[in-house]
């Protein structure tokens, strides 16, 4: 018994691989950002700037089904951390689409090219991000 849920599990896991849900990247959309690196000489959330977060932030959301896959564990924290990165990844895509990614939720201004990159779920420019940490712990408040 044991051995066969062994190999249930290894086909499920290349059933995943070849369907590409493991894979970091669409195998087609890969090939044609894989080297492009987004620049601040650009006009700000161009197109390929847009192709380019979208692809980072579908292989996040893929990055995470494949832990989800991965670790069989019964850790609730885990599963609620997991469950809200997933859902901040797709209410990003949807800003994508929307028109919305790359400015500040509060202000409207951009956020900024090397900030999204370091974190593409930012959602203040880094002046507004510093007030809202600055607000928190004046406040002592906790996420």
């Given at each position: 018994?044991?051995?066969?849920?062994?190999?249930?599990?290894d086909f499920i896991r290349f059933y995943y691989l070849i369907s590409g849900v493991?894979?970091?990247?669409?195998?087609?959309?890969?090939?044609?950002?894989?080297?492009?690196?987004?620049?601040?000489?650009?006009?700000?959330?161009?197109?390929?700037?847009?192709?380019?977060?979208?692809?980072?932030?579908?292989?996040?959301?893929?990055?995470?089904?494949?832990?989800?896959?991965?670790?069989?564990?019964?850790?609730?924290?885990?599963?609620?951390?997991?469950?809200?990165?997933?859902?901040?990844?797709?209410?990003?895509?949807?800003?994508?689409?929307?028109?919305?990614?790359?400015?500040?939720?509060?202000?409207?201004?951009?956020?900024?090219?090397?900030?999204?990159?370091?974190?593409?779920?930012?959602?203040?420019?880094?002046?507004?991000?510093?007030?809202?940490?600055?607000?928190?712990?004046?406040?002592?408040?906790?996420?």
């Amino acid at each position: 018994m044991f051995i066969n849920y062994l190999k249930f599990i290894d086909f499920i896991r290349f059933y995943y691989l070849i369907s590409g849900v493991i894979m970091n990247r669409e195998p087609l959309r890969a090939m044609s950002l894989q080297d492009y690196v987004p620049s601040e000489s650009e006009e700000y959330m161009n197109k390929k700037h847009l192709e380019y977060f979208s692809e980072k932030l579908h292989s996040m959301l893929n990055d995470l089904k494949q832990q989800a896959l991965i670790d069989d564990s019964d850790d609730t924290k885990l599963a609620k951390r997991r469950t809200d990165k997933e859902e901040k990844i797709k209410e990003a895509l949807k800003k994508i689409t929307d028109g919305t990614y790359g400015y500040c939720d509060e202000t409207g201004e951009e956020i900024g090219i090397g900030r999204l990159e370091a974190n593409p779920l930012a959602l203040y420019c880094i002046e507004e991000q510093e007030r809202i940490e600055k607000e928190k712990s004046m406040y002592n408040i906790d996420d």
